[in-house]
């Protein structure tokens, strides 16, 4: 390999035998009109709670709100980027919605390693996102990260 092409192992966040139960990573971010708009766009989802004001307003939540898988996206960039990082592989999630996030919220989200299975190189986290404190959005995700 040439001294200008990367090894891929560079591009590799933690290796599984650098985990423990109890580590945590987090994401924060602000949801602006633009993340919604682009989210609907990409996703196809144009639930008018999400982009017309006016009908919005008449929800309980009185006004426009995220997607909540926007929020859960976060929680993906906990994981793909910060712990375990690049190199690991997404199993599973759950995701339980337990509020609203709208335009100019700061979301959190926070993955905490639960557990660990030597094994399989799989690491279970807790995960959740709060705003201001109030949790939003909660679950479990199941990742597969490399060895050394």
């Known amino acids: 390999m040439s001294d200008q092409t990367p090894n891929f192992e560079e591009f590799y966040g933690y290796k599984f035998e650098e ?6 990573a987090v994401y924060a971010r602000t949801v602006t009109e633009a993340d919604i708009l682009m989210f609907a766009g990409v996703s196809g989802d144009y ?6 004001e006016e009908l919005a307003a008449s929800t309980m939540f009185g006004g426009r709100i995220a997607h909540g898988m926007l929020s859960a996206g976060f929680i993906s960039t906990v994981l793909g980027t910060k712990l375990p990082g690049p190199g690991a592989i997404y199993l599973a999630q759950t995701l339980k919605f337990k509020a609203p996030v709208k335009i100019g919220d700061t979301v959190v989200a926070r993955c905490t390693i639960k557990e660990l299975t030597p094994e399989k190189r799989k690491a279970k986290f807790d995960t959740v996102c709060t705003v201001r404190g109030k949790v939003v959005l909660e679950g479990e995700a199941d990742i597969m990260v ?3």
């Open 19 to 24: 985990l423990s139960v109890g580590q945590s």
């Open 47 to 52: 639930n008018p709670v999400h982009i017309n």
């Open 146 to 148: 490399p060895a050394r």
